[in-house]
């Protein structure tokens, strides 16, 4: 109705200016404007059209400023009159017509206060007073941030191997943001769904979707996707070693969706005590088996089997009491011409009976290795160290050895045949014998320094460090030689070098030497572990 009557008395505007002195004019009507003035009497709207923008919650005012006296002034929306504004000598007249609170006056603004998404839109002001009527139209746009969540609600998407994911991803904002996907920060596509065909277990894992629109910050949300698999199991290790009365954990990792059952079973079948034996699983998916006393029965192969409704798989793990594969740790480039001493380490939680050992020369096309066997050690902890010194050989020759460690429960497996050269004869300039001897001095003493300071940071015990102690005395006495065949001895119970006291009187200072590096190492090994 009110709008009716609006209609009607804006219509008599019309005519009254349209009407030059027509006997509707009310008698204060000052203001009218008739065709035949000229274009500079008329009021003009100086502002110039514009557009705006505005996040959501943000007030804003849509300027229309007008030069020279006007009458009537209305705002609208598209074909709506927001409101209407008359002046009469300077004492305005405000006729609000849209029932909105936010909507208001600042002179002959229009504001609009808490942006919404839905004010978006052309914005009319327009005078009345001119035929054709003058106006400025401004044009408002609502930025709204983004907004995205799962596609249907749905964070988890479980299907079968070798199907097809369609991952869907539901954004809103204003403008319209894109949608990037990614996986652990590598970005996989633009564009609203993502789709993996043929899915493989690898596919497995979080999915994000980021919608961006330049407006605010990104948002983005993630969808898990899990593809059913058949159970893959791997080993941690295919053969653990140790020895009869001590810890030892076989470990499996498994690797299936849904979760597999796992089980343990002896070789032929048989599942393990579940008393006895500690079964334990990480959220790495490692299972474990852990034997806090091996007995001598446990000895033999294991499998570690994983079953799901979409298949099983299954892994082998050897618990041994054998030797570990030799360590080589003397230098590649020998010292000496005709001699090479070699240096190893082995694990064996029981005294080595013999070390194996092959050699041949480089230039043998033949392939024709010289193997013979030396006494075992023992050792008072799982390591052993141990050396050898190959005489009679050529300078300047390469050579490849190969050393098999054998306990009584069988022979270590062989580890890559390691590579030595003597001293070539033709290099003069080479340090003489007795500067050599002097370098592999000061390097064991550096070695032993490490470990003493090892022992000082608390982790060794103090026996390991009282034959440091002795050790490294017997190293800078070297002058007297049976000074340091009785360190030796007195130190072998700790860390084995040789169970025979008259073998050790036999060795040559050069082998005394490179058994005391063996000492240094079996003694940085044990502090070591
Ligand atoms: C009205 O507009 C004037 C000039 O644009 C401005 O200075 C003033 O702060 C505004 N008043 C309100 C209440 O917004
Ligand atoms: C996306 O969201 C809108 C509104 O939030 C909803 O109407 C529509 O159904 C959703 N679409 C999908 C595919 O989830
Ligand atoms: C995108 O994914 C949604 C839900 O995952 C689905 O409804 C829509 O049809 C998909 N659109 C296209 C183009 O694949
Ligand atoms: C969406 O991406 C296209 C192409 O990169 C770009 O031109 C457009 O501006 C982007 N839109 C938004 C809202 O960021
Ligand atoms: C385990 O897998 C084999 C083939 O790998 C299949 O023959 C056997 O039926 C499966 N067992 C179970 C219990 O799923
Ligand atoms: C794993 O155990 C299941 C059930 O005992 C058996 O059917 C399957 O053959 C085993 N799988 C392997 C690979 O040993
Ligand atoms: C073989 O020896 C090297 C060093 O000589 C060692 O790093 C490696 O672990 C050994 N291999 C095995 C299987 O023990
Ligand atoms: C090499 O070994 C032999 C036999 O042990 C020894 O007689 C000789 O002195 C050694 N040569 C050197 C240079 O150490
Ligand atoms: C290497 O071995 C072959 C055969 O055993 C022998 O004939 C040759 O002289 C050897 N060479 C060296 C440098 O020792
Ligand atoms: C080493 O030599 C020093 C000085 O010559 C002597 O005081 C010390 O007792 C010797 N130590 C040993 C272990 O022989």
């Not at 009507?29 to 959501?56: G, W």
């Not at 409704?309 to 360590?327: E, I, Y």
């Amino acid at each position: 109705m009110l709008l009716m009557l609006l209609l009607f008395w804006l219509y008599g505007v019309r005519i009254s200016y349209g009407q030059a002195g027509s006997p509707w004019n009310t008698e204060d009507n000052d203001y009218y404007y008739d065709q035949l003035e000229p274009e500079n009497l008329l009021p003009k709207i100086v502002t110039k059209s514009q557009e705006f923008s505005a996040q959501p919650g943000e007030d804003i005012s849509l300027p229309c400023v007008v030069d020279r006296g006007w009458h009537s002034l209305v705002w609208r929306r598209g074909g709506n009159i927001l409101w209407v504004l008359q002046n009469s000598n300077g004492n305005f007249l405000l006729q609000t017509v849209e029932q909105d609170d936010r909507l208001g006056r600042n002179d002959t603004s229009l504001t609009i206060k808490g942006i919404e998404a839905t004010d978006e839109g052309t914005y009319t002001c327009e005078l009345s007073d001119t035929d054709p009527p003058r106006n400025v139209m401004h044009f408002l746009k609502v930025r709204v941030p983004p907004t995205v969540v799962p596609a249907n609600g749905r964070k988890v998407m479980t299907i079968k191997m070798g199907s097809t994911a369609n991952l869907g991803c539901n954004a809103t904002g204003n403008p319209k943001p894109n949608i990037t996907w990614s996986t652990e920060g590598r970005v996989l596509k633009v564009g609203k769904n993502l789709t993996i065909a043929n899915a493989k277990p690898e596919d497995n894992g979080k999915y994000r979707c980021t919608a961006s629109n330049g407006v605010g910050r990104p948002a983005s949300t993630t969808i898990t996707l899990e593809v059913m698999h058949p159970p893959v199991v791997r080993a941690q290790e295919t053969e653990v070693y140790t020895g009869v009365g001590h810890e030892a954990t076989l470990a499996c990792f498994v690797y299936a969706e849904p979760r597999a059952q796992v089980q343990w079973y002896r070789k032929g079948g048989t599942p393990v005590d579940p008393i006895r034996l500690i079964r334990t699983v990480n959220n790495h998916k490692r299972y474990s088996l852990q034997f806090v006393r091996v007995h001598l029965e446990d000895l033999g192969d294991y499998t570690c089997n994983a079953t799901n409704f979409m298949g099983n798989d299954s892994a082998s793990v050897r618990l041994s009491a054998r030797p570990k594969p030799v360590r080589y740790s003397s230098p590649h480039q020998g010292d000496m011409e005709s001699n090479y001493t070699l240096v190893w380490d082995v694990e064996s939680y029981v005294p080595v009976l013999s070390y194996e050992i092959a050699y041949r020369n480089d230039t043998d096309e033949e392939d024709h290795w010289i193997t013979f066997s030396v006494p075992g050690t023992t050792s008072s902890s799982k390591y052993h160290s141990m050396s050898h010194t190959f005489t009679d050989l050529e300078p300047g020759s390469a050579y490849h050895v190969r050393v098999v460690a054998r306990n009584e429960y069988g022979r270590g497996d062989v580890n890559e045949s390691f590579a030595f050269t003597t001293l070539d004869a033709a290099g003069t300039d080479y340090p003489t014998y007795v500067q050599t001897s002097v370098e592999v001095s000061a390097e064991a003493s550096n070695q032993l320094e490490d470990i003493v300071s090892e022992a000082e940071a608390g982790d060794v015990s103090q026996e390991t460090q009282k034959t440091a102690a002795a050790a490294s005395e017997a190293l800078v006495n070297q002058t007297n030689p049976e000074d340091i065949t009785r360190k030796e001895v007195s130190v072998a119970g700790q860390a084995v070098i040789h169970d025979d006291t008259s073998a050790a009187n036999e060795l040559s200072p050069k082998e005394r030497k490179m058994q005391l590096m063996a000492l240094v190492t079996a003694i940085s090994l044990s502090s070591f572990f």
